[in-house]
């Protein structure tokens, strides 16, 4: 693991780190995926958001996942576009249909805390479950916990 990730932080050096992203290299980042959701990471974490939504927005159209999950929590937090609860659920959920383990997890968290939806268990249950079968051992505990509280 950590020589993939040297690679690929050799890789978004090449790029360039904080350099606005045209269109030759948003092609180039959505041909390989794995790279452009470093770069678009990269961007998000020096706070240039559009960056980061461009190349996240390229890689979801080709259903990255992970690309889904990331543009929810722009959504979610209001993170260089204005809040909107609807439009996280719907890029989480994409995500975790295309099967981000991180936005199953999340919408479990969602559905169970009621902050941007309404508290639904048997969806909570459901997200949590799929995550679990992932392999999150987070999810995992969360379902045991939520079955005995409000399924059982």
């Given at each position: ?18 350099q ?64 909107d609860?609807?439009l ?65």
């Amino acid at each position: 693991m950590r020589r993939r990730t040297c690679v690929a932080l050799a890789l978004l050096i090449q790029f360039g780190l904080a350099q606005a992203v045209d269109e030759a290299e948003l092609a180039a980042l959505v041909e390989r995926p794995s790279i452009g959701l470093y770069k678009a990471y990269a961007e998000f974490k020096m706070a240039d958001y559009d960056s980061a939504r461009r190349i996240w927005q390229a890689l979801a159209e080709r259903d990255v996942a992970e690309a889904w999950f990331n543009l929810g929590i722009l959504a979610e937090d209001g993170l260089g576009e204005p809040k909107d609860a609807a439009l996280a659920l719907a890029r989480y959920r994409r995500g975790a249909e295309a099967g981000s383990v991180k936005a199953q997890y999340r919408l479990g968290l969602l559905h169970l805390d009621g902050r941007l939806t309404a508290v639904d268990a048997v969806q909570a249950r459901h997200w949590f479950a799929a995550a679990a079968a992932a392999g999150d051992a987070e999810a995992a505990r969360r379902l045991e916990a939520l079955d005995v509280t409000h399924l059982r």
